[in-house]
């Protein structure tokens, strides 16, 4: 699978949107980007994938960039409970490896 | 719809014991995954069963395993606990169909090792 590169933090005001970004330059064709968050203590969720095209959904939209290589995760106004750490993960859609492989991820602080 | 269940969600062993850890995954859900979390190493893939067959599996040493049931609940187990064995483990399932369907993690089993 693709190695991603997130920054390792970020700070966000409170009803702002929040824009995360990740590069993903050896990304190959048949690979679905994903972003899931942890919340403190608790374990990961699922916010979005894609694979070309924007996708949004009602957590998040997705910005994938038209060589790939790149994407941005939108969370459009912020609240304190979005604040985890995310992570930006790159995984093949080929046969059956449910396996996800989680980089250290981007620290999102959202402060009041 | 009930999420992914784990028990138990804290447990404090002592080194060169061994611990099972369950897993119940959400109702259909027929693909389960186990991951270990630490501050040094982040999370990490142990192994994913399908259909109580292994079908992928991560660099860990053969004192992990794991299986899965016919109803699609999973355990894993560690044997000769080290003091490095103390993390989060988590579980994720999924409908494994398609291919590009997310994992629903649970809340997690924190093991200790004195």
């Known amino acids: 699978d693709a190695k991603t590169t997130q920054p390792t933090s970020m700070d966000c005001a409170e009803g702002r949107a929040a824009n995360l970004p990740c590069n993903h330059s050896?990304?190959?064709?048949?690979?679905?980007v994903y972003w899931y968050r942890q919340i403190h203590s608790q374990g990961p969720q699922y916010i979005i994938h894609?694979?070309?095209n924007n996708e949004t959904n009602e957590m998040a939209s997705l910005i994938i960039t038209e060589d790939r290589k790149s994407s941005t995760l939108i969370l459009p106004h912020a609240t304190l409970r979005d604040t985890a750490v995310y992570y930006c993960?790159?995984?093949?859609?080929?046969?059956?490896?449910?396996?996800?492989?989680f980089g250290a991820g981007t620290t999102v602080t959202v402060r009041a | 719809k009930a999420g992914v269940t784990q028990t138990p969600r804290y447990l404090i062993k002592t080194r060169g014991q061994q611990v099972t850890l369950s897993c119940s995954p959400i109702?259909?859900?027929?693909?389960v995954s186990w991951y270990q979390q630490t501050p040094g190493q982040g999370l990490q893939f142990l192994f994913e069963?399908?259909?109580?067959?292994?079908?992928n599996k991560g660099n860990f040493p053969g004192r992990f395993s794991g299986r899965q049931f016919s109803n699609s609940r999973s355990e894993m187990n560690v044997s000769t606990l080290e003091l490095g064995d103390s993390a989060l483990y988590l579980c994720?399932?999924?409908?494994?169909?398609?291919?590009?369907?997310?994992?629903?993690f649970g809340e997690g089993s924190r093991l200790t090792v004195l």
């Open positions: 993960i790159v995984r093949s859609s080929r046969g059956n490896d449910y396996k996800l492989s």
């Open positions: 994720a399932s999924s409908l494994a169909a398609p291919n590009t369907g997310e994992l629903f």
């Open positions: 050896t990304i190959s064709g048949n690979e679905y």
């Open positions: 894609g694979l070309k």
């Open positions: 069963y399908f259909s109580e067959t292994q079908r």
């Open positions: 109702s259909g859900h027929r693909s």
